[in-house]
T-cell receptor, first 113, second 108 residues
């Protein structure tokens, strides 16, 4: 009965470092989403998977951002050569089937110094 | 995706009903109307969704205008825990796109 979990909950990185953010969706959920939320703003869509297939990556802000979900369950969002503007909360969501309500994790707060 | 217009913020007294409006005049016939909310320091949570008919669940009610160009989320008896940003999201595919939402303040 666990919900969506994300780790780490907080990450501090020096500018230029690579980071990897993990999302464990609810077991059996087909759809998985990543969002970026800057302070005081609504969540911005980054990318979306159905099982292991990445169906939409139109929201990834640059080629430094990469997401994968190789076995159709756990997903990792990787940010290479982090920059200060990458500081945000990164949210993961999953849904049982396409078009079902989404369940969100608590987010990972990334701070780039 | 349909454009939405929501008040930036609203206030309500505790234990009173709250009506949160949303205009979505460019909605298409196949768009569902979803509402999510985000409590402070948490991820968004699903509230309710509907297509044409009014909908009720344990959290809220959704009233959809006959022409579907607007909808209203109704919290029947607001509590302090309902203080959050409420997002109205019309969509027809799997991904949801958040707008700015309405920040709801509950006064004790």
């Amino acid at each position: 009965g666990a919900g969506v979990s994300q780790s780490p909950r907080y990450k501090v990185a020096k500018r230029g470092q690579d980071v990897a953010l993990r999302c464990d969706p609810i077991s059996g959920h087909v759809s998985l989403f990543w969002y970026q939320q800057a302070l005081g703003q609504g969540p911005e869509f980054l990318t979306y998977f159905q099982n292991e297939a990445q169906l939409d990556k139109s929201g990834l802000p640059s080629d430094r951002f990469f997401a994968e979900r190789p076995e159709g369950s756990v997903s990792t969002l990787k940010i290479q050569r982090t920059q200060q503007e990458d500081s945000a909360v990164y949210l993961c969501a999953s849904s049982l089937l396409p078009l079902d309500p989404k369940f969100f994790g608590p987010g990972t707060r990334l701070t780039v110094l | 995706d349909a454009k939405t217009t929501q008040p930036n913020s609203m206030e309500s007294n505790e234990e009173e009903p709250v009506h949160l409006p949303c205009n979505h005049s460019t909605i298409s016939g196949t768009d569902y109307i979803h509402w999510y909310r985000q409590l402070p320091s948490q991820g968004p949570e699903y509230v309710i969704h509907g297509l044409t008919s009014n909908v009720n669940n344990r959290m809220a009610s959704l009233a959809i205008a006959e022409d579907r160009k607007s909808s209203t989320l109704i919290l029947h008896r607001a509590t302090l825990r309902d203080a959050a940003v409420y997002y109205c999201i019309p969509n027809r595919d799997d991904k949801i796109i958040f707008g700015k939402g309405t920040r709801l303040h509950i006064l004790p």
